[in-house]
């Protein structure tokens, strides 16, 4: 069973930064495509952004020009750089990571923003 251990989370001013990690049990080349979702209380968890083997990204509009998904083959790890963190931001945030045939998901790291 694949597991996803995530890393990164906390509580940061309005503003701030913080940089979240997920490393993956087995070589990240077995996955088609690596991504965070993130949940807020009340809400329906939602895309926060993509990165396919090939190294194409996606990102949700609201954060576009703020979060940076990237991986690190080295270290099997991929990255979400989160700058100008907005209170809208705070949610429990997953790591996603997916085969042809099976999806996989870390426990979540919890990110809140204060004002």
């Known amino acids: 069973q694949v597991q996803l251990v995530e890393s990164g989370g906390g509580l940061v001013q309005g503003g701030g930064s913080l940089r979240l990690s997920c490393a993956p049990s087995e070589s990240m080349f077995s996955f088609n495509v690596m991504g965070w979702y993130r949940q807020a209380p009340g809400k329906q968890r939602e895309l926060v952004a993509t990165?396919?083997?090939?190294?194409?990204?996606n990102y949700a509009d609201s954060v576009k020009g703020r979060f940076t998904i990237s991986r690190d083959n080295a270290k099997n790890t991929v990255y979400l750089q989160m700058n100008n963190l907005k209170p809208e931001d705070t949610a429990v945030y997953y790591c996603?990571?997916?085969?042809?045939?099976?999806?996989?998901w870390g426990q979540g790291t919890q990110v809140t923003v204060s004002s």
């Open positions: 990165i396919t083997s090939g190294g194409s990204t």
């Open positions: 996603n990571m997916r085969k042809i045939l099976y999806v996989y």
